[in-house]
């Protein structure tokens, strides 16, 4: 069976970095992105970043580009989010995910996620 696990969260201070870590089960389609997202507490679960592996192509929203890199070891079945210059409004539960797209990441939007993990949680102070 699919199965996500995140891991490689924990507590920060501002500006420093995490690596998160998601290692994945039977995804074995190249026609699958794989993602981050993230929930703050009282908030909505908003798109981080995806990468598509067919062509190792990113999508990295606005509000981390420049800070966040996602990358993938397809050898290992294992997702990478390296997450430098945090900031405490980077507080929150990350999670990866799964979703099928046709030619590239699906839009980083939850319903077009089916498949997610449980969650490590960040926590950046100031």
């Known amino acids: 069976q699919v199965q996500l696990v995140e891991s490689g969260g924990g507590s920060v201070q501002a500006g420093g970095s995490l690596r998160l870590s998601c290692v994945y089960t039977?995804?074995?389609?190249?026609?699958?992105?794989m993602a981050w997202f993230r929930q703050a507490p009282g908030k909505e679960r908003e798109g981080v970043a995806c990468l598509w592996p067919r062509d190792g192509s990113t999508d990295v929203a606005d509000s981390v580009q420049g800070r966040f890199i996602v990358s993938r070891d397809a050898a290992e079945s294992t997702l990478y989010l390296q997450m430098n210059s945090l900031k405490p409004e980077d507080t929150g539960t990350y999670y990866c995910?799964?979703?099928?797209?046709?030619?590239?990441?699906?839009?980083?939007?939850?319903?077009?996620?089916?498949?997610w993990g449980h969650g490590t949680q960040v926590i950046v102070s100031s």
């Open positions: 039977q995804i074995t389609s190249e026609s699958y992105g």
């Open positions: 995910a799964s979703g099928y797209g046709r030619y590239r990441c699906p839009p980083l939007e939850r319903n077009r996620f089916n498949l």
